[in-house]
């Protein structure tokens, strides 16, 4: 029985219209990528620590409160509904104020 000189060769997967490969979807290059600092990935996503997400939230709410006049604990939820991004929260709040607090429970 012969030992294989080599790696063996692997098999690609594709289809009549397709024949992806890894080496050429430039995913693996990084060479003169501007991405700097830890936790910053290809997606321009930061990855928070607890704390650091914690901070950014107690932010957010207190933004949200100073523009609103709402309770913190209303600007929390509120917040949460908009997946925590100001700008729906402050869009939504301002265009129907009521509607918004009726949709997340939240009462007057």
């Known amino acids: 029985m012969a030992v294989p000189s080599g790696p063996p060769e692997l098999a690609r997967a594709t289809s009549a219209t397709s024949q992806y490969s890894f080496e050429s979807d430039g995913m693996l290059e990084h060479e003169g ?3 700097e600092g830890p936790g910053v990935t290809a997606n321009d996503q930061i990855i928070l620590s607890a704390s650091d997400l914690r901070n950014e939230q107690q932010r ?5 409160v100073e523009c609103t006049g709402v ?3 209303d600007a929390t939820l ?3 509904r ?3 991004d100001a700008d729906v929260f ?3 709040f301002f265009e129907d104020a009521e509607k918004m607090r009726r949709e997340a429970g939240v009462s007057e």
């Open 33 to 35: 990528s501007d991405l």
């Open 60 to 64: 957010l709410i207190a933004e949200a």
């Open 71 to 73: 309770s913190e604990d």
């Open 78 to 80: 509120l917040l949460r």
């Open 82 to 84: 908009c997946k925590w």
């Open 90 to 92: 402050n869009e939504t």
